[in-house]
């Protein structure tokens, strides 16, 4: 069974033969890998040799945005803050070039993926992160009280660019599953109430994920923080999964099991267990292993490996990842 066809069977609870997926979602810090490097690990390695130097199954990242691209003049402002600096900054945004460029990107790797070496994960910009990243944090939050038309306006136009992206991409290359950069929640959960999740968001994921699905295609989200109180409001506008669970928030990997039996999950593996040695480490798979048997559940660190981890720690990691990932596929 190829990475590809591993992964798609464990993200439709199907039995993924020999083990699990083994990915990391979530590139290794910067820091990580050069700490790693003065441990053992060959300094000029590239990162798709790391992942076959792990022996992790390779996971690929395709992304595109609709932010103002290199053709906006200096004098024109990035940050909005009113409906005349988004009508100053919208000409440069949602580019015919953004869509071409994430078309040029599958070209290292349609091959691959086509002979399912290779799972590929779509990014696309979500309604709550993507004004953020035009308002900066504190003005984002309170613009749904104060700027509600500029909301609407926003993320209609990232619904209709990331529809033509989407349209654009997968006659062309399906990826593995689609994930939405929102990070909308924090350790006490959702940063917005659910009314405003309905008014501002809702419509607008309602609108895009009926054409990424009619290509059969998963549609999760990428959240911090403890998710959990959200499942509802996700599962009702046809998102099916979330990542990365981070365990630090309180998240509960069985708790959203029980909950929500086939809601698809990535992720979920404490990272902060990592500096701990072996036992711990082990200690963390067994908390997982139960959903991990489940299906529809694909553990990975939940999120990047920090670099207090050590290499030898992090091989340890590794061969208890291969031992689990067959243990719950038996």
């Known amino acids: 069974m190829t990475p590809r066809e591993r992964f798609l069977k464990t993200l439709n609870f199907e039995t993924p ?25 060959p300094a000029d390695i590239s990162w798709e040799a790391s992942l076959e130097y792990f022996n992790l199954d390779k996971m690929v990242c395709l992304a595109v945005g609709g932010w103002a691209n290199e053709a906006c003049p200096p004098s024109v402002c990035r940050t909005v803050t009113d409906e005349a600096s988004y009508d100053a900054l919208r000409p440069y945004m949602y580019g015919d070039a953004a869509i071409a460029a994430l078309l040029d990107s599958t070209r290292p790797w349609k091959e691959k993926h086509d002979r399912g070496e290779v799972i590929i994960r779509l990014w696309l910009d979500g309604f709550f992160w993507f004004p953020r990243g035009l308002m900066g944090i504190e003005k984002h939050l309170l613009a749904f009280y104060d700027q509600p038309k500029v909301m609407h306006r926003v993320n209609s136009d990232l619904a209709d660019f990331n529809i033509r992206a989407v349209e654009a991409l997968l006659p062309v290359l399906k ?35 009926p054409h990424i699905k009619k290509f059969d295609v998963k549609v999760l989200v990428d959240t911090d923080g403890d998710v959990t109180s959200m499942i509802p409001w996700l599962q009702e506008v046809g998102i099916e999964g979330v990542y990365p669970l981070e365990r630090q928030a309180g998240v509960d990997v069985a708790r959203i099991r029980r909950e929500f039996p086939k809601f698809i999950m990535l992720g979920g593996y404490d990272k902060m267990v990592m500096t701990k040695g072996e036992a711990a480490i082990r200690g963390e798979f067994e908390r997982l292993l139960p959903v991990m048997r489940s299906g529809g559940f694909v553990p990975s660190m939940d999120h990047q490996t920090p670099p207090g981890v050590s290499l030898e720690n992090y091989r340890i990691y590794i061969r208890l990842f291969q031992e689990y990932c067959r243990k719950a596929a038996r």
Do not use: H, Q
């Open 17 to 41: 033969g020999d083990r699990l997926p083994m990915v990391e979602w979530a590139a290794w810090w910067d820091r990580t890998f050069d700490r790693w490097k003065t441990e053992g690990l």
């Open 175 to 209: 990826p593995d599953f689609v994930g939405f950069a929102e990070d909308m929640s924090y350790n006490l959960g959702p940063m917005l109430s659910r009314d405003c999740f309905n008014e501002f968001l809702a419509p607008y994921y309602r609108r895009l994920i």
